[in-house]
């Protein structure tokens, strides 16, 4: 059955490697594209990946696991550049790819402007050759977001296979062709989660994944990070306007639960960023100085506030909950509560929702299931973490505890974040959306 289904996609492949440029305009029947996403428990904190498929030379088709980060500058993941682009040339298991050569205008524009900087990586020089040609190749500075060490990759043209999707079901496969992604070496990828051989670039770069559908999808990213690590469960992110529907709402669009409060830019940075004036706690606000910045991170795990305004939302927080017992504290969380357990069942705390608010008058209302993590058996923290008490860094930034079960929108068309606070409240999940591959001439096997 597997290999029936490598087949179908190695056809499926040839067909479309045919007609690259064309397929890659044009989309029938949908403008929206998915992929699945999955949540990682075996790093130092939770992490989310996106699974996608890899496609070399038509020959070979791997699912791949890139982690999903809303700041890097563009995509690298574990390849290798070759020129010579004969497949049996490719050793076993690894996947193969063309690199950019330095004497292309977009190895010095990545270079110059979209590349890792810090004064700890080496120079960026064109001395790198490759086997099979007289080329120099263009290698360009990575950073692994753990570890903050640099490596050196190099510029690559790739090609990503995702799904269009109506919304309801992923439909037939569609090439992301010639795109520039860079190859890092295995050794770049220490302290990702394990299965996780890339990272995703979501941010405002032109050099970030939605830049490279072209008129096949608008430039609107949607992303759903689900709760649980079950991988037969996985969360969705879609490029593209919808709409998305998630069980059973099965006639539903979600994104009519959506509100929007403007993206703010910051210079030297391609990260996402949004206007927080309060943070509310059952009715009384805790002000957030109007040069404090928020930003969102898919990286870190939980909301980091700077010490002074970290301090006072724990004070109103223990102020609202002195009802519950507490806990002895759980690194890295301060407020810690006891649960209690009866009859083997968990009985959930019942906390105060907290209100972002923001800029323009809307609140994103963070629910028990995105302030509240249960730590131990019988003990749940306040899932929000002292930033310290430096200005040079962002005051705010909301990680993605608080992104779970919710649906979060990156609109680059419109510069607007969506929100749609927590799905559970509407009765389904981020883990709801129907993966089931639709077309009838060929399943993918997502
Ligand atoms: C690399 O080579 C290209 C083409 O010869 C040239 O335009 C570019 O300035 C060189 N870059 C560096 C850093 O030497
Ligand atoms: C730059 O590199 C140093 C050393 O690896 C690291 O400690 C620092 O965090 C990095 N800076 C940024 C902004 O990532
Ligand atoms: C890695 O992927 C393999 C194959 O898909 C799977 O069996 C294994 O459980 C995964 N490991 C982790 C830690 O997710
Ligand atoms: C998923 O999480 C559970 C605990 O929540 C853990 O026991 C299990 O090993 C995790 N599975 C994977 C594949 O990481
Ligand atoms: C994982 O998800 C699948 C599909 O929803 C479900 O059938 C299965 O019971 C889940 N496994 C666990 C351990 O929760
Ligand atoms: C923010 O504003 C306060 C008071 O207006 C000032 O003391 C502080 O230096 C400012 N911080 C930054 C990072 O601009
Ligand atoms: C716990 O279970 C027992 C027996 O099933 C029942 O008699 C008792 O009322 C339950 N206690 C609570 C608090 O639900
Ligand atoms: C998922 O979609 C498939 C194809 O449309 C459908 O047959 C199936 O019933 C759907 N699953 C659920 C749980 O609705
Ligand atoms: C299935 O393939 C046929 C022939 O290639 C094509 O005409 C038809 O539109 C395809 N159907 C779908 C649903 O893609």
Same mark, same amino acid.
């Given at each position: 059955?597997?290999?029936?289904?490598?087949?179908?996609v190695?056809?499926?492949?040839?067909?479309?490697?045919q007609?690259?440029?064309?397929?890659?305009? %044009?989309?029938?029947p949908?403008?929206?594209?998915?992929?699945?996403?999955?949540k990682?428990?075996?790093?130092?904190?939770?992490?989310?990946?996106?699974?996608? +498929? #890899?496609?070399?030379?038509? #020959?070979?088709i791997?699912?791949?696991?890139?982690?999903?980060?809303?700041?890097?500058?563009?995509?690298?993941?574990?390849?290798?550049?070759?020129?010579?682009?004969?497949?049996l040339?490719?050793?076993?298991?690894?996947l193969c790819?063309?690199?950019?050569?330095?004497?292309?205008?977009?190895?010095?524009k990545?270079?110059n402007s979209?590349?890792?900087?810090?004064?700890? &990586?080496?120079?960026?020089?064109?001395?790198?050759?490759?086997? @099979?040609?007289?080329?120099c190749?263009?290698?360009?500075?990575?950073m692994?977001? $753990?570890t903050?060490s640099?490596?050196?990759a190099?510029? /690559? %043209?790739?090609?990503?296979?995702?799904? =269009?999707?109506n919304g309801?079901?992923p439909? !037939?496969? $569609?090439v992301v062709?010639t795109?520039?992604?860079?190859?890092a070496?295995?050794?770049?990828?220490?302290?990702?989660?394990?299965?996780?051989t890339?990272?995703?670039?979501?941010?405002?770069?032109? %050099?970030?994944?939605?830049?490279f559908?072209?008129?096949a999808? *608008?430039?609107?990213?949607?992303? &759903?990070?689900?709760?649980?690590?079950?991988s037969?469960?996985?969360?969705?992110?879609?490029y593209?306007? @919808?709409?998305y529907?998630?069980l059973?709402?099965?006639?539903? +669009?979600?994104?009519?639960f959506l509100? %929007?409060?403007?993206?703010?830019?910051?210079p030297?940075?391609?990260?996402?960023?949004?206007?927080?004036?309060?943070?509310?706690i *059952?009715?009384r606000?805790?002000?957030?100085?109007?040069?404090?910045?928020?930003?969102?991170?898919?990286? *870190?795990?939980?909301? =980091?506030?700077? =010490?002074?305004?970290?301090?006072?939302?724990?004070?109103?927080?223990?102020?609202?909950?002195?009802r519950?017992?507490?806990?002895?504290?759980?690194?890295?969380?301060?407020?810690?509560?006891?649960?209690l357990?009866?009859?083997?069942?968990?009985? @959930?705390?019942?906390?105060? +929702?907290?209100g972002?608010?923001?800029?323009? @008058?809307?609140t994103?209302?963070?629910?028990?299931?995105?302030?509240?993590?249960?730590? *131990?058996?019988?003990?749940?923290?306040?899932a929000?973490?002292?930033?310290?008490? =430096?200005?040079?860094?962002d005051?705010?930034?909301?990680?993605?505890?608080?992104?779970?079960?919710?649906?979060?929108?990156?609109?680059?068309?419109?510069?607007?974040?969506?929100?749609?606070?927590s799905?559970?409240?509407?009765?389904t999940?981020?883990?709801?959306?129907?993966? #089931?591959?639709? /077309? #009838?001439?060929? !399943?993918?096997?997502?």
């Open positions: 059955m597997l290999l029936l289904l490598q087949t179908l190695l056809l499926l492949a040839l067909i479309i490697s007609e690259h440029e064309s397929i890659a305009q %044009y989309v029938p949908y403008t929206t594209m998915v992929s699945p996403v999955h990682h428990t075996d790093a130092a904190t939770p992490l989310y990946s996106v699974q996608i +498929d #890899t496609l070399w030379e038509i #020959t070979r791997t699912h791949t696991n890139f982690l999903i980060d809303i700041d890097a500058p563009f995509i690298w993941h574990d390849c290798i550049p070759q020129w010579n682009k004969h497949p040339t490719c050793p076993m298991f690894r790819v063309s690199p950019v050569s330095c004497e292309q205008s977009q190895c010095t990545v270079r979209y590349s890792y900087k810090n004064r700890s &990586c080496p120079p960026e020089t064109n001395t790198s050759r490759l086997p @099979g040609s007289g080329s190749s263009c290698p360009i500075n990575v692994n977001p $753990f903050k640099c490596s050196q190099l510029l /690559n %043209y790739d090609n990503l296979i995702v799904s =269009t999707t309801r079901n439909f !037939s496969a $569609f062709s795109l520039n992604a860079a190859c070496p295995s050794s770049s990828f220490k302290l990702f989660p394990a299965n996780v890339g990272v995703m670039a979501l941010s405002s770069s032109p %050099y970030a994944f939605q830049t559908f072209n008129q999808a *608008k430039r609107i990213l949607a992303l &759903c990070l689900p709760s649980s690590n079950n037969s469960a996985p969360g969705a992110l879609f593209g306007d @919808g709409p529907y998630f059973p709402h099965s006639n539903f +669009d979600i994104t009519r509100s %929007y409060t403007p993206l703010l830019k910051h030297d940075s391609f990260g996402y960023f949004i206007g927080i004036n309060a943070i509310v *059952k009715g606000s805790i002000e957030i100085p109007m040069n404090a910045t928020t930003r969102l991170s898919t990286t *870190k795990a939980y909301t =980091t506030l700077r =010490t002074d305004i970290y301090t006072r939302v724990v004070k109103r927080f223990s102020k609202v909950t002195k519950i017992p507490l806990a002895k504290p759980v690194a890295p969380f301060s407020l810690c509560f006891r649960t357990i009866t009859n083997g069942t968990r009985v @959930g705390l019942k906390v105060p +929702d907290i972002f608010s923001l800029q323009d @008058g809307k994103w209302t963070v629910s028990t299931a995105n302030s509240i993590k249960q730590v *131990k058996k019988h003990v749940a923290c306040l929000f973490v002292d930033g310290g008490a =430096t200005s040079d860094e005051a705010i930034v909301i990680g993605t505890f608080q992104f779970e079960d919710n649906l979060v929108v990156f609109d680059l068309e419109n510069l607007r974040f969506g929100f749609s606070s799905l559970l409240r509407r009765q999940s981020c883990a709801n959306f129907n993966f #089931t591959n639709i /077309n #009838t001439n060929r !399943s993918l096997g997502y």
